[in-house]
Every structure is written in structure tokens, then in C-alpha cells.
């Protein structure tokens, strides 16, 4: 069977706003580029041009013109050398009329229509009945009243405002009213445990928390006012707390100090101003993993996020006025923040706040259905749990205005390409995306003008440098290496809160490879330019100078209908560095069924046929669950070093994790492991 899972008609190439991107820098700079891979070439090393140009073709607006477009090209240095001198704001771009692509003055294109009842947000929640819809005009009126409440609390710019709060519209009206007075944001759902919360809240000092009472999740209420008061406990530096009634209509909050209800904060009648800071300014601080210590309290600024958002949504998602945006995230995971960036291409975006499985795994697809949903964003997890649970998506729905699914999270697995075409249609684009919270971004992944082959990632992002490294710093074509970006891109956070002297941000990404960011993913760039991502480099086994990613090992042993879910570790061996270590898998069985001789031969030859031999696990263990941290994502560092012999709680926070009662479950089997020896 041919990969080749999907081509794009010359009518949708012809009509893609990154072609008509592609003809103006043609026409503008002289240059020939043939296709994508010319493009993003000329991307790359034209560096300034094209960034400029991205400038241009969105229309960016500054009250202070730039002075240069970059200063130097020296990593890390260069991350603060963006367009100097400009001053601007987020929530400008995002709440003005006109947005969208289209490019500069006098150029064809789509512009978003400049009219207040074009709809921003459609929201759908567990919490509340119906569909919420909030047009752009009642949008920029919430985020005036919004702001003018908090600049009434003594919120300024450089101040920071926390949020402990679902994804919800009036969380979106929050982040653009704090932004809109240079601010800065920061946020976490409601979902977190308070260790997790407070970790991440009190490295930045806020001076107001917003905060829910609480939320409904398969079909369960939760009350967190307990963990609202010990938020206020732990983070002394803020003086007020906005509480918006969410699970209940009139919660008591006597046990609360210093608490505004949510309408009551809001101050009418005053405009919507807009704070113009510079481009480095910090709009928001976004967090790592937090799996193991303090989680890196990432600062991103206001001008890298508008240009590689406009970037990243308008050209490589294809988004702009008339389509209708969705990813199913929380406000602790960064697609929120890539979400929120429909607004500024105009689009409107699609929030959902619950539980994906309530009733059934048919939930976000009813949704498409009821709102239009054009461009449907999950994870590789979702699509995986689809196909297990047997959802048919079109099955009794109408979901003829879908023509893209994304996926990110983790690697989509070829047996998820298949099925989204299978079950979707052949027309639909899915485009499989890889990048993180460190950018806000994906380095590669989606562009509506190339073919999608199974499995593959289509292709690396423009402005995106990203190459394949050896151990010695060397590109490779087809072959895995460490994922790099040897060129600066305007969304590298300008620093990590309380990292004054920066050692921690060079650290984290640049001491590997002098000169370039490393990511710790493994990544194959192919001849034709597309990708395939295969886990963590921090995670990936060696056997023999094979590296095998865990992915590749997780997408052969799940093609076993038996299994559920799994996680696999390399554990060293514990004298002898240069020695083969112990390849440990455990894995979620299927109900009824039993870990026996037959299924642990039939797992070791899926790793052996579809990975190498020298990859075959050396023990199976069933286990209840799967740890996982609350965005999804299996814990095979920290449960690396619990099987080496470190004590669980010095290796995670137990509020980190989804199911923290699964690392119980495998910390006590570590130890039984390691008395038997």
C-alpha cells in the first residue's frame, strides 16, 4: 500500500494563503521559488527578509517604528535583538477590526469583515447549558471592562496576574484584558493540584489571582476553594482574588481573603486602551512538564508571539476570517495559548472546557458538527482512544464543513493516519505538528500546499532552521538525530523568570551544541523534507548505537489489540556504564485479558519485526495505568529513576501527574523488582 495518504488540489494550492505569501516575496525580493522547499530555504537563510516580510504581509502595527529586524544571529544572544525599538501590543492585534491575512495595502486577499457580530469564541462547556457565543464587539467590550477592573486592583505593566481557570471565554477576556496593560499572564486549570499550582505562581510574584469555585468533569463536581485558599496562602504577593462562579451560582467564599466576584470587578464604560511596550515586553510566562524539580517559568514576549503566531496560523494552519478553529486543550497546556492565536488571523475559535469521554469519545465530534469546526485539533492520545473505543466520526453526523484535523502531544502513529482518513474521508488534510511550550510553536508540521505521507510529519516551519544533528554536531538526512534549530526564531523566550544571570536558560537548550537550540526530541528529516518525530532524546534507547525512539516501540507493541496503553524505560546497569542496561516495559492490558508466555512472545516479536532486535524489552509487567502528567504525557524520565533506585517524591510532584495513584502502583512495583534482583 502507498503511503501517499493525501494530495492537495492545484484549486486549494492556488487558493492558499502561503502561496499567495510565496508570489509576494517573488514579486517583491526577485527571487524564484519553485515550492515549498524553496520557500522555506530561502526562510531560513534570508532570515531578516523573511521576518520583515511576515511584518509587512500581516500588517503588524507599532506605535514606534523598529530600528532593525535583528541585531545579531549569534544563539542565545540574538534572543532579545528582535525588531528593537518597535512598540506594540498582543491584545491590539488580536481585538482589532481587519484582522487576518491578507498582506500589505493594496494587495488580493481575505480580510476579516471589520464588523462586531462576527463571531470570536463559541464555547461549549460540562459546567454550563448551551452553546456560549461571544462576537468580537462583546469580546473587546469584556476585555475593556476586564482591564479597566484590574487597573482599578493597581495592575500595571510588568505586573503579573495568575489564573487558575478552565477554558472558558471569560479566561480568554482575562488573558487579553491583562496583556492589554502590559501585564503579564500566566495560567493553570483547575485540575491542578495546589503543589503544582503553587510551584509555578509563586516563582513570578502575581499581584491577583483569578479563580473558579470550581468545575463539573464527567459529569463529577469539583470543589476547589479549598485549593484557591491555600493558593492565597502560598503566594503572598497577592493582594486581591477574582473569583468567577463556575460550578455553582452563589458559592460561599467566606473562607477566602481579599475576594471580588467576578462581575463585581468589572468597571463599565471606560475604553479599551492599549499599554504599547516593547517588542521583548513579557505577555506570558508558560511552564515546563514540572515532572521533575521547580518547573522553568518561561517568558515569552509580546512581538515574538504576534509574528510567529500570525506565522504559524496563517500560513503553515492555513486559518484566517471564516474559518473556525479548535484544539482540545486546558489553559495548562500551550496549544491554549496557540488557540487564542486564531484571533489574531481572524478566525473564530472553538473552546471546550469537560470531559472529552462524557458521554463517549463522540463528544468533541458533535461539537464539530454543532459549530462548523473547520480545523479540528486533538492529540495523538485522542485519536489513539478513538480508535480503540471504535468511533466513527461521520456516523449520524454532518461534518461537511471539517477540512483539517491537526495532531500533536506525542507522535501520531501510522495506524492514526490511517484512520483518520479512513473514518474522515480522503479529502479531509490532517497534519501532524511537533514543537513545545519552550516556543510556542511547532517547528514542523503542517503546510496545506504538500502531499501527506503516512506517518511523516510534512515538513519543517518557516523561520525554523531545524536540522537533524549527530553527537558531534553534523546535519543527517534519513537518518535519526538530535532535533536542533541552528538559526534564531522571534519566539525563543526572552529569559526564565528569577534566572538572572541566564545559566539556566543556556543550560537547558544550548550547551550540547554551541550555537544551536537543542530541543531533546529525536527527529529523521527524509529526502523529500518531511519529518518523523520519535520521543524524547533524553528518553530514547541505545542498543549497540541503534537509538531507538520509545514512540517506535509504542506504536508496535499498540498495534497489539490486547494492550491499551504502555511505557517503556531503559534502567543502566547499575556498575558498569559501557553495559547494556534493562529494557522494561509495562503495559495496560485489555479487559479480561491476561499477561501470559503467548502475548509476551507476540509483544517481543512486534518490537523485534517492526523496531530491531536489539530492542526487544527485557521483561513485561502489567500494571493498572499508565503515570502520566496532566497534559498527557508518559513518565519515562522521573520512572526511569525510581527503577535506578531514587525515591518517587524526589523525582516528581505527585500534583503534576494525572493519575498519581498509577506512580504509586509502579513505585511499588520498582520496588519488588529491584529485592528480587
Not at 55 to 60: A, I, K, L, P, S
Not at 71 to 82: F, H, K, N, S
Not at 414 to 429: C, E, I, N, Q, S
Not at 604 to 615: G, I, L, M, T, Y
Request: glycine share 10%.
Amino acid at each position: 500500500m502507498s503511503d501517499l495518504l493525501w494530495s492537495p488540489t492545484a484549486e486549494s494550492i492556488e487558493a492558499s494563503t502561503v502561496t499567495a505569501f510565496a508570489r509576494h516575496v517573488e514579486r517583491t525580493h526577485g527571487v524564484e521559488l519553485p515550492d515549498y522547499d524553496a520557500l522555506w530555504r530561502w526562510s531560513t537563510t534570508e532570515l531578516e527578509t523573511f521576518w520583515a516580510t511576515v511584518w509587512e504581509w500581516f500588517d503588524v502595527r507599532a506605535s514606534a517604528p523598529y530600528e532593525r529586524v535583528l541585531g545579531t544571529r549569534t544563539l542565545p544572544d540574538a534572543v532579545t535583538t528582535w525588531f528593537t525599538g518597535a512598540r506594540l501590543n498582543y491584545a491590539e492585534h488580536a481585538l482589532r477590526e481587519g484582522a487576518g491575512p491578507g498582506g500589505p495595502p493594496g494587495s488580493a486577499g481575505p480580510r476579516a469583515a471589520d464588523d462586531d457580530d462576527y463571531p470570536a469564541i463559541l464555547a461549549r462547556s460540562e459546567s454550563r447549558d448551551g452553546l456560549v457565543t461571544w462576537t468580537r464587539g462583546q469580546l473587546r467590550e469584556r476585555v475593556a471592562e476586564l482591564a479597566a477592573g484590574l487597573r482599578a486592583l493597581g495592575v500595571g505593566e510588568g505586573d503579573r496576574v495568575v489564573a487558575y481557570m478552565p477554558n472558558v471565554p471569560e479566561t480568554t477576556a482575562a488573558f487579553l484584558a491583562c496583556a492589554s496593560l502590559g501585564a503579564t499572564w500566566a495560567s493553570c486549570s483547575p485540575d491542578f493540584g495546589p503543589r503544582t499550582v503553587i510551584d509555578r505562581f509563586a516563582q513570578i510574584e502575581p499581584k491577583v489571582l483569578l479563580a473558579v469555585d470550581g468545575y463539573r468533569y464527567g459529569g463529577k463536581d469539583h470543589d476547589r476553594r479549598a485549593v484557591v485558599a491555600q493558593l492565597q496562602d502560598a503566594l503572598p504577593t497577592v493582594s486581591t482574588t477574582v473569583v468567577l462562579p463556575y460550578l455553582q451560582d452563589a458559592p460561599d467564599l467566606s473562607d477566602l481573603r481579599d475576594v471580588v466576584l467576578w462581575d463585581d470587578a468589572l468597571v463599565r464604560g471606560e475604553p479599551l486602551v492599549f499599554a504599547q511596550v516593547p517588542f521583548d515586553h513579557p505577555l506570558w510566562v508558560l511552564y515546563s512538564s514540572g515532572t521533575t524539580g521547580l518547573p522553568k517559568p518561561i517568558v515569552h514576549g509580546h512581538g515574538g508571539i504576534v509574528l510567529e503566531h500570525l506565522k504559524a496560523l496563517g500560513l503553515q494552519m492555513d486559518a484566517g476570517p471564516g474559518d473556525r478553529l479548535f484544539w482540545f486543550t486546558t489553559t495548562g497546556w500551550m496549544m491554549w495559548n496557540l488557540l487564542l492565536g486564531g484571533l489574531l488571523v481572524g478566525a473564530t475559535v472553538v473552546l471546550f472546557d469537560g470531559d472529552p469521554g462524557t458521554p463517549d469519545l463522540g463528544r468533541l465530534w458533535d461539537l464539530a458538527e454543532e459549530t462548523g469546526i473547520t480545523t479540528f485539533g486533538t492529540s495523538a492520545s485522542f485519536i489513539a482512544g478513538s480508535m480503540k473505543a471504535g468511533v466513527v466520526p461521520r456516523e449520524g453526523r454532518d461534518l461537511s464543513a471539517l477540512r483539517a484535523v491537526g495532531s500533536t502531544g506525542s507522535p501520531l502513529s501510522t495506524d492514526g493516519f490511517d484512520w483518520v482518513y479512513a473514518h474522515l474521508g480522503p479529502d479531509l488534510w490532517l497534519f501532524s505538528t511537533s514543537g513545545g511550550s519552550d516556543l510556542c510553536t511547532a517547528f514542523v508540521g503542517g503546510v496545506p500546499t504538500l502531499p501527506v505521507h503516512r506517518g511523516e510529519l510534512q515538513a519543517r516551519a518557516l523561520g525554523a532552521a531545524l536540522a537533524a544533528f549527530d553527537p558531534e554536531g553534523h546535519p543527517l538526512i534519513g537518518e535519526v538525530g538530535e532535533l536542533v534549530v541552528t538559526e534564531p526564531m522571534p519566539s525563543m523566550p526572552v529569559f526564565f523568570w528569577g534566572d538572572e544571570d541566564g545559566s539556566r536558560y543556556r543550560g537547558s537548550y544550548f550547551e550540547d551544541y554551541p550555537g544551536a537550540w537543542r530541543h531533546g526530541d529525536w527527529i529523521t528529516v527524509t529526502e523529500r523534507g518531511t519529518a518523523v518525530i520519535s520521543g524524547r532524546s533524553d528518553a530514547t534507547i541505545n542498543r549497540g548505537g541503534i537509538r531507538m525512539g520509545t514512540a517506535e516501540i509504542y506504536r508496535a507493541v499498540l498495534e497489539l489489540d490486547e494492550l491499551l496503553d504502555a511505557v517503556v524505560v531503559d534502567v543502566p546497569h547499575p556498575t558498569d556504564a559501557s553495559a547494556n542496561g534493562r529494557i522494561l516495559l509495562f503495559v495496560v492490558l485489555r479487559d479480561g485479558v491476561t499477561l501470559d508466555d503467548d502475548l509476551t512472545r507476540r509483544i517481543a516479536r512486534r518490537v523485534r519485526e517492526d523496531c530491531s532486535p536489539r530492542h526487544v524489552p527485557d521483561a513485561v509487567h502489567a500494571v493498572a495505568a499508565v503515570p502520566r502528567t496532566l497534559s498527557g504525557k508518559a513518565l519515562e524520565v522521573p520512572l526511569k529513576r525510581i527503577l535506578m533506585g531514587e525515591p518517587a517524591e524526589k523525582v516528581v510532584s505527585r500534583d503534576s501527574l494525572g493519575n498519581p495513584e498509577a506512580l504509586d502502583a509502579l513505585a511499588a512495583l520498582a520496588g519488588e523488582l529491584a529485592a528480587a534482583g
